[in-house]
């Protein structure tokens, strides 16, 4: 970066379509560096041409509407190993076909899969170089072998993951894929640059391409006819449509040149890589649970057992199960994994093919959970008792053994069961006393993902069937995506500090960090819902996405309150508002329901509350959830409860751990509306987690009851301080061994008002308190056990 800082500000770069000073560099310049390209690559410029293009995916866009103008189309056949941007060329195909390995060595044999091809249309096979799902790699001779055995058969090679760590030699042209596609990002890290690599033999594929851009044309005539002449001499000046990205191609320079430096060549590259990889392998292969079961499946190459090779990239794809064989959500993985600072990817790593092949899914099991609800990138990533996608470790030059050495002990630290997995627990009754409980404090957090309002210890707070008063009314929505905003993303929302003022009838909010000097220093928002709040041109009711949820929400429109929160966290965003009582898109519904792991409470020591102890199993589908409880803007639930004495417990666990080094962790972090705390007077008639094991509680004088939903899941943003918006470890680390159940991890509980008088409609027996129930600090907690099955 410091190498191209240099050059950027030494030499003036003009677009190359001009015939200045500082145009004529930026020409010279890019020939220079395509040149450097292709010999980076062994490529005769003689046999070659190089196209520069965003990305690989570009490239592969550009072969496919080039064979899709032939006047007859053409056919298409892929690898089933073949990236997402591969399969994607199949709908421009007249015919396509998905290929495994026999049936490509097939297809060389003689045996062509397009027998109905009569009509001579072109061919065009694509596959990985190495797949980037799990490494594996796949002969360069099929480019050969097929141009060798059929007439008009293109070959296009995916070198993407490839030449990563490895070297593409292209020296023998004849033996060569016609098109190669591949990333610059992905070798050096910067620039944002792709290639396509051409033979100028398969030239003649560009000649039924009917689209033209600036700088591609020797004349072009508009009046009275319809002509233009494309340029002749180079494919690549009739493929370059408009400006090249000048600056990133003469990036591409000093990254070739710092990239040798640093690293060495990339055959040297290929052995640090392929030692780490076997290093990496074996660590992961070695783990054993205290029961002798495997930790890792394994998928990349030879996880037979045989001797890994030049024929396995350095990446490995995997999954983890408990000792008792369950898998292990890949999104809690990347959760503690990001804490870490490891940076790995989870999923379907846009790998269809590889990934339904590795796990076994079949075409209707796919199909089934994507109804069932299941997306790229959601956190349900186990559907049917099988894993949806995998872990993926990638190696490249900058990697190490201490690198490969702490990712293995990170997965031995916290997945690795090293005594004998513990059957079920025998449940305990409740304890002979009740304890003697209370509110501790009550918390609403009017903005979503923003900082908490602390209710008075002398005020009686409304509690609605969409949760507390004013809980999660508001959001902050992106200007741009409409997506709600989160701490997760943007720990500074933390900072950002509400507070209620009925007598001026405002919610005002005022910014705890560093507030710009043209902003004031708070903002107030009328808690009236006045149509004319929101009504603007730019800023009507629109269509936002919380949890995952489509939701239609109302924009404010005065720039006085979207500019304070824009410019204190530093995103484009709007103030939005969810109110109770809409319908359609404008309502939400709990998500909540009990975990495995919620089960009568064991005796009131802390030490039998075995962490493996499971109960009878919660419904296995939402339709024996027959209730619909409304919420606003919360994640799942109206109400969410924490007890003092689990938070107690969570910092003994972080003590023990980490020593006099660790800080307390602050009830705050859980965000949770109501906390409940034993009598100081009697401070050990609560255990730790017995919330776990409650189906109600009963609060107040009037007994308000409140049904228990079920454990609240947790994710890294239980490690944000709320009052700097500082991020650490902790708690989810600590958490992640201690209360992990199924692969999840779980503090606090969910909860909603009951009441059945009152949802009856009235009655004899309804009282003015239940009619408007409310809670107060201080308020008396009678728990109500869950019986024991």
Not at 246 to 257: K, Q, V
Not at 281 to 292: M, V
Not at 513 to 523: K, N
Request: with cysteine; glycine share 8%; proline share 7%.
């Amino acid at each position: 970066m410091e190498r191209f800082a240099r050059d950027m500000a030494s030499n003036l770069f003009g677009n190359p379509h001009s015939a200045s000073a500082s145009s004529q560099r930026s020409t010279a310049r890019i020939e220079d560096i395509r040149l450097r390209v292709l010999r980076f690559f062994n490529a005769d410029p003689a046999e070659f041409d190089l196209v520069f293009v965003a990305n690989a995916t570009a490239g592969i866009k550009l072969v496919a509407d080039a064979l899709r103008a032939s006047p007859d189309g053409f056919d298409y056949g892929y690898h089933q190993a073949s990236h997402t941007s591969l399969v994607g060329v199949r709908e421009e195909a007249r015919n396509s076909l998905c290929l495994d390995n026999p049936q490509v060595e097939a297809w060389l044999a003689g045996r062509c899969p397009f027998q109905d091809n009569s009509e001579g249309r072109p061919v065009l096979f694509a596959y990985p170089a190495q797949s980037n799902m799990d490494g594996r790699r796949y002969p360069l001779s099929w480019a050969e072998r097929l141009r060798c055995g059929s007439r008009r058969t293109y070959t296009l090679l995916d070198a993407a993951a490839l030449v990563c760590s490895s070297p593409l030699d292209l020296s023998r042209a004849d033996a060569a894929p016609d098109f190669t596609v591949l990333s610059f990002y992905k070798i050096f890290g910067f620039p944002d640059l792709g290639a396509l690599l051409v033979r100028r033999e398969a030239e003649d594929v560009f000649e039924s391409r009917r689209y033209f851009g600036g700088g591609t044309v020797d004349m072009v005539v508009c009046l009275k006819e319809q002509w233009h002449a494309p340029k002749r001499q180079f494919l690549h000046e009739r493929l370059e449509d408009g400006t090249l990205p000048i600056h990133n191609i003469i990036a591409l320079d000093a990254a070739l040149d710092v990239h040798k430096q640093l690293f060495g060549s990339m055959r040297d590259i290929a052995a640090h890589t392929s030692f780490l990889l076997r290093r990496l392998y074996r660590g992961l292969q070695s783990l054993r649970h205290g029961n002798g079961e495997p930790v890792c499946a394994l998928y990349s190459a030879h996880a037979d057992g045989t001797e890994m090779s030049a024929a396995s990239g350095p990446v490995i794809a995997f999954n983890i199960r408990n000792s008792l064989g369950a898998w292990v959500s890949l999104t809690e993985v990347e959760k503690l994994a990001v804490l870490k600072g490891f940076h790995i990817r989870t999923g379907g790593v846009c790998n269809p093919g590889g990934i339904a092949s590795a796990l076994g899914l079949e075409p209707w099991e796919m199909k089934q959970n994507f109804s069932s609800g299941f997306r790229c990138g959601t956190e349900n990533d186990i559907m049917a008792g099988k894993p949806t996608g995998v872990i993926r470790v990638s190696l490249g030059a900058m990697s190490t053994i201490s690198d490969v050495d702490s990712f293995v002990n990170f997965v031995a630290e916290f997945y690795r069961d090293v005594s004998p997995a513990s059957r079920m627990s025998k449940p305990m009754p409740q304890p002979q006393s009740t304890p003697r409980l209370y509110v501790h404090s009550i918390s609403i957090y009017p903005i979503k993902s923003c900082g908490s309002f602390q209710i008075p210890p002398d005020v009686d707070w409304e509690v609605r069937p969409e949760g507390l008063a004013w809980d999660r009314e508001w959001c902050l929505v992106h200007q741009g995506t409409g997506q709600a905003l989160n701490q997760k993303r943007h720990p500074k929302m933390a900072l950002i500090r509400p507070r209620l003022d009925f007598e001026r009838g405002e919610l005002r909010v005022r910014f705890a960090g560093e507030v710009p000097a043209h902003l004031p220093q708070e903002v107030s928002i009328p808690l009236s819902k006045n149509p004319s709040l929101f009504h603007s041109p730019v800023a009507r009711s629109r269509t936002s996405r919380v949890c995952g949820e489509e939701v239609e929400v109302r924009t404010y429109s005065l720039s006085e309150i979207n500019g304070f929160f824009s410019d204190v966290l530093g995103v484009p965003c709007l103030l939005a508002r969810f109110p109770p009582g809409g319908q359609g898109k404008s309502m939400r519904h709990s998500k909540a329901h009990l975990q495995k792991h919620q089960v009568s409470l064991p005796h009131p020591s802390r030490g039998s509350l075995l962490p493996g102890s499971f109960p009878p199993s919660p419904p296995d589908s939402d339709t024996e959830r027959v209730v619909s409880r409304r919420i606003l803007l919360s994640n799942e639930s109206p109400i969410l409860a924490i007890t003092l004495p689990s938070v107690d417990a969570l910092n003994q666990d972080i003590q023990a751990a980490q020593a006099d080094s660790a800080r307390k962790v602050s009830p705050a972090v859980f965000r949770a509306n109501i906390v409940i705390g034993p009598d100081p007077g009697h401070p050990e008639g609560l255990p730790p987690y017995a919330e776990d094991s409650w189906s109600g509680v009963r609060i107040g004088r009037q007994q308000h009851g409140f049904e228990m939903l079920g454990a609240c899941r947790r994710c890294h943003m239980v490690c944000i301080d709320q009052e700097t918006a500082e991020k650490s470890e902790e708690p989810f680390v600590t958490l992640s061994k201690t209360r992990r159940f199924d692969g999840k991890v779980f503090f606090g509980v969910h909860m909603c008002y009951h009441n059945s008088v009152a949802d009856q409609g009235g009655g004899p027996g309804l009282t003015a308190e239940a009619q408007f129930p409310t809670v107060r600090v201080g308020d008396v907690v009678v728990p109500e056990w869950r019986r024991e099955e």
